[in-house]
């Protein structure tokens, strides 16, 4: 699959043309429209297909935060959507209910609607309520509930020694994993049965409640079998041993009590399981485990695949072993003969399918566009998902399940993209030079004309794994309208373009795919009217270490750069992140075994620091654990005793993902701030 995705970027790479047409008249993107800016998602089709219901959030400066209404559309796309939850109030949590009716949530208080009548909500008692899972002849609810474990009274010597360990002020921990980015530091001790005890399945019926399983472990996804005798989970028998990765096995459970493990390999983590409606079969997704790729010191992370096994056990069968790409949210179709999935494509996201049987994985959706939210309804006819692409913010969309006969059932977005000119981007693809072929988009500046030359902003995606692709980003589309292209690459390591690709750069983070992201700066400077003196990089996270990385191998290169949330050193980095595991993988190994050391090191931008020329402007949170602040002053204080233009932004009480509306505005118009000082985008220069 690897080789047919690329020579099929390659062979439908067609040039672009720098006489493009100058795009729609209207006004320029403004800072201030981030707040008139909506979003739209969650889409939920009702299991008769006839309705969708779907959220539309607004974002509200005064209080830093966002207002969501419910709205409900005829999916036949004949009459316009209504609002169904009330003006001001905040309503979430959409879902329908057995009886059809519509549910949601509003202040916290369950709402049900008729969609024959969806001005009139009412208080819910949802019947058959409670958290868990319904089995389907209805007798039963399943959930897996924490065991509860007394912690003993700590004892003192004397009351002098009690006073002063209550006078304590700080914390003392003796465990591992003691941080995780965003959480409260130290996270609770996995290993401690009284903070994290074990769970084990209840039902309640109408005889009462029983215990199902005596496991001492942490059941997870619970799904029911068809004829309701049977449960299927997910559980990871290592999830006490705190220097061992996850291992979850697939495991089922009768309403008799009768456990079963269905699979008990080391070396693969399986997970998301669920019984076909013939009760014939048990789908799940196994990939390696993160315990062996360390323990063999593998060159890559393995393959991701849907199995099936017996619910009585046996032999997994693997139906993608062919196709490698990542599967994600399975769902069967009702006559049990197919599998259906999404997973990205290049910069897509699409639907699929693979027989249960066995077979070609078949793509279901196409386009230019990610879909996301699937929602499918009870007879399988009939899908809606969010569409999204470059040029504006998504939209609900409903579809037969095939693909065929696509609606677009909402506008949220037209009033605004009417007066608004959001700048288009265009695909392109390109070699690196040891010939991989790579992709990557371009947005084009405001009311952009050929015979001018613009600045370029370079942006590297965050991961590695993941993939920049279709989809409306306020802060490319601002600095579009502020006079610059910027360009995206899908760098190797990126998601969806096969196993080799993804694990392209494994054991050299920076070096293959950092030639790749020049590769395709030195082809928009050929191709697009460019000036080569006025390019800048940026990224967040694995983008902020990939902005790190350029300015030391590329020194010439870059007028400026602002890295966010960047990694300079991996031999600090690999004590003090969240993410040791990262290092243990794929740099093969700990900082005080030579190997991987010598890895640590040369990968590391602040090995290089002394090179550096670019005007850096760096953007980090106070408490992030993912990518710790002192890996940013590390390298600030570096370009500072060399005589660097160099500034720091630090979000006070920010973790990895620096998060809030003010803090998204303040740091858009601080780095459009630093394009301006250094890129000069107010000069345009004209070509002839």
């Known amino acids: 699959m690897t080789a047919r995705i690329l020579a099929s970027l390659v062979a439908g790479s067609v040039l672009l043309s720098v006489n493009v047409a100058a795009q729609t008249a209207g006004r320029a993107l403004a800072i201030e429209d981030y707040y008139r800016m909506k979003t739209v998602g969650g889409p939920q089709i009702s299991p008769d297909g006839k309705w969708v219901a779907f959220t539309v959030g607004t974002r509200v400066e005064e209080t830093n935060g966002e207002v969501s209404e419910v709205w409900l559309a ?22 329908w209910i057995e009886s059809g009716q519509l549910l949601y949530t509003a202040g916290g208080i369950p709402v049900v609607v008729d969609p024959a009548a969806p001005t009139t909500p009412q208080s819910a008692r949802v019947a058959g309520g409670g958290r868990g ?44 994993p003691f941080q995780r980015d965003g959480g409260q530091f130290p996270v609770a001790n996995s290993s401690d049965p009284v903070v994290n005890p074990a769970s084990e399945v209840f039902v309640t019926g109408a005889e009462g409640e ?4 005596r496991l001492s472990l942490r059941p997870t996804a619970l799904n029911w079998s068809p004829d309701s005798k049977l449960l299927v989970f997910a559980a990871d028998s290592l999830y006490r041993q705190e220097m061992r990765y996850g291992r979850p096995d697939i495991w089922t459970v009768s309403v008799d009590g009768v456990v079963r493990r269905l699979t008990r390999d080391d070396g693969f983590e399986n997970s998301s399981p669920s019984f076909s409606p013939d009760g014939k079969w048990v789908s799940f997704v196994r990939g390696f485990d993160t315990n062996r790729i360390i323990r063999e010191k593998l060159n890559h992370g393995g393959p991701t695949d849907i199995y099936l096994i017996p619910p009585t056990g046996g032999q997994p069968i693997n139906l993608t072993a062919e196709w490698d790409l990542l599967p994600g949210g399975l769902r069967w179709s009702p006559d049990a003969k197919y599998i259906y999935f999404t997973a990205g494509i290049g910069g897509e996201t699409h639907l699929f399918r693979v027989a249960a049987a066995g077979g070609t994985v078949e793509q279901v959706t196409t386009g230019e566009r990610r879909i996301g939210g699937l929602s499918i309804d009870r007879a399988f006819k009939r899908m809606a998902y969010t569409v999204g692409r470059y040029e504006a913010p998504s939209e609900i969309y409903v579809a037969d399940i095939d693909g065929k006969n696509e609606k677009q059932l909402t506008r949220v977005h037209e009033p605004f993209t009417r007066e608004v000119a959001l700048s ?25 004309n050929a015979n001018n030359r613009y600045p370029l902003i370079v942006n590297s995606h965050g991961g590695p794994h993941s993939a920049s692709g279709y989809g ?39 070096t293959k795919d950092g030639q790749d992201v020049m590769a395709g700066v030195d082809h928009v400077i050929a191709h697009f009217p460019i000036d080569r003196n006025r390019v800048g990089t940026t990224g967040h996270s694995y983008g902020g270490f990939m902005t790190n990385w350029l300015i030391t191998q590329y020194p010439d290169r870059f007028a400026a750069a602002i890295p966010g ?11 003090t992140a969240d993410i040791a595991v990262t290092k243990e993988t794929e740099f093969f190994g700990y900082p005080w075994e030579e190997r991987a050391r010598n890895i640590m090191i040369k990968q590391s931008p602040l090995t290089y620091a002394g090179r550096v020329r670019t005007p850096t402007l760096f953007v980090h949170g106070e408490v992030d654990q993912r990518v710790p602040y002192e890996e940013a002053e590390q390298m600030y204080t570096a370009l500072k005793k060399i005589g660097v233009p160099t500034r720091m932004i630090q979000y006070a009480g920010m973790p990895h993902g620096i998060s809030g509306h003010w803090n998204s505005i303040h740091r858009m118009l601080n780095e459009l701030r630093w394009w301006e000082q250094y890129l000069k985008p107010a000069r345009v220069t004209s070509n002839q």
């Open 74 to 95: 005829d999916a036949s796309g004949a009459k316009a959507p209504t609002r169904v939850s009330a003006a001001g109030q905040d309503a979430r949590s959409v879902s």
């Open 424 to 448: 288009r981007a265009e695909r392109v693809r390109f070699n690196s030079p040891d010939g991989t072929p790579i992709e990557g988009w371009l947005t084009f500046p405001y009311n952009y």
């Open 565 to 575: 949330a960047g990694i300079v050193n991996w031999v600090s980095d690999y004590g």
């Open 472 to 510: 409306f980003n306020f802060k490319h589309q601002y600095f579009a309208a502020n006079g610059y292209f910027v360009l995206e690459t899908n760098f190797r390591s990126s998601t969806g373009y096969g196993e080799k690709f993804l694990w392209g750069t494994w054991g050299e983070w920076g």
């Open 133 to 176: 899972q319904r089995s389907p002849d209805g007798r039963w609810l399943a959930v897996a509930r924490n065991l509860t474990v007394a912690r003993k009274e700590r004892s003192f010597a004397s009351d002098f020694e009690r006073r002063h360990e209550e006078r304590f002020k700080g914390v003392a921990f003796d465990w591992f």
């Open 210 to 213: 029983k215990q199902l399983t």
